[in-house]
């Protein structure tokens, strides 16, 4: 997927423990920007109303996806992602620093007021200038209210000194799609701040129609990508959810298309190692299956890391050199089931990465504890 506040996009990868999240993030915002200086703001208009609720029931048959897909998140609140110094008259200054604010808080109210955009806290700096501003933010699990004050920068600017983001877009894989509840899920791992690795709170969010335009092929030390187009005009479904399990959210029936029959959702005891398929949109918008094989079984950690996955298949190698970032989401299947979807390559051998179970997103998607 990808991040950053209102601009034009830019692909990155999460790379830690030597292991790459298969998500192609761009960074949709101002990056450079402090809170209190003027942004540009292009995705503004698209913020949608707040995520719905998830929905009660998801059934075991679904429909298996592999379909790349735009993915736009809006923050719910504004999440810092760094603290820089105002340049004054007098030297550096820091009131955001100063007030005890940190690298991965959420403002979500100021002066008693919500605020979800950079937009908006801008231009409560701009109109109070230097009076104190109370600040309501989260630190985990903890509520925060903070005191801080702008102060005028060298070119007669009110600035806080801090850097804001709410909003990213990028391009991911769709899992599966249940038809009796018009539930999908995405990914298979959490959309995270690239600065502050945060889980983003989602406001609300969408997926859109994409197409892969090249890939960039994978090497040892060099995790490949996905670089794809999508419409920012035109939805396909809403998101309701993002987790560390992955991206959940609902579209209409139609959406999906009747080409694919839908399979049984493995259980954990029905997964094995062995010969098993990935299907994956790495070309224009077609899906296609691949062979892989489920090298290795892990006990519960994390959730997103329960299987090894090797690629076997000539062509998938040929093409992108194993798993690349985009395919975040990719299905697994075994003889006959869906069993999970990739989540992560290795970043010295691309043509291994870890799967996550695919009855643990099922579990994620209506918040059913595992």
Not at 58 to 64: D, E, F, H, K, N
Not at 212 to 224: I, L, M, N
Request: charged share 20%; aromatic share 4%.
């Amino acid at each position: 997927m990808e991040q950053e506040k209102k601009k034009g996009p830019g692909v990155f990868g999460l790379i830690a423990l030597g292991v790459v999240i298969c998500l192609s993030l761009s960074l949709v915002g101002d990056r450079g920007r402090a809170a209190a200086a003027a942004a540009p703001a292009a995705l503004a208009a698209d913020r949608q109303e707040p995520a719905p609720e998830a929905p009660g029931a998801v059934g075991r048959t679904v429909i298996p996806l592999g379909k790349a897909v735009g993915i736009k998140l809006f923050s719910d609140g504004v999440l810092v992602v760094g603290l820089s110094p105002v340049e004054t008259g007098e030297g550096a200054s820091y009131p955001g620093r100063d007030c005890g604010l940190k690298a991965g808080d959420v403002i979500t109210h100021i002066n008693g007021g919500e605020v979800d955009t950079i937009e908006e806290v801008q231009a409560l700096v701009k109109q109070l200038e230097d009076e104190p501003l109370t600040i309501q933010a989260v630190r985990g699990q903890r509520q925060l209210q903070l005191t801080a004050a702008a102060v005028e920068n060298n070119q007669g600017v009110y600035q806080l000194g801090v850097w804001l983001r709410d909003s990213m877009a990028g391009i991911g894989t769709m899992t599966f799609y249940d038809p009796s509840s018009g539930v999908f899920g995405a990914l298979g791992h959490g959309i995270n701040d690239v600065d502050t690795a945060m889980l983003m709170p989602l406001e609300s969010g969408s997926i859109m129609p994409a197409s892969v335009s090249e890939v960039k092929k994978g090497a040892s030390g060099a995790p490949g990508e996905l670089h794809g187009q999508f419409d920012l005009t035109r939805d396909l479904g809403t998101l309701y959810a993002n987790t560390n399990l992955g991206i959940f959210g609902q579209m209409p029936r139609e959406m999906v298309g009747s080409a694919v029959e839908p399979v049984e959702v493995a259980s954990r005891d029905q997964v094995e190692t062995g010969p098993a398929t990935i299907w994956s949109n790495i070309r224009g918008d077609e899906v296609e299956e691949f062979a892989v094989r489920i090298t290795h079984l892990y006990p519960e950690g994390d959730g997103t890391r329960s299987m090894m996955v090797e690629v076997t298949d000539p062509a998938l190698l040929a093409a992108t050199g194993g798993i690349v970032q985009g395919m975040s989401g990719s299905p697994i299947l075994q003889n006959g089931r869906l069993v999970g979807a990739v989540t992560h390559v290795l970043v010295n051998d691309p043509t291994r990465g870890y799967g996550i179970l695919a009855d643990n997103m099922l579990r994620q998607a209506t918040g059913e504890k595992r």
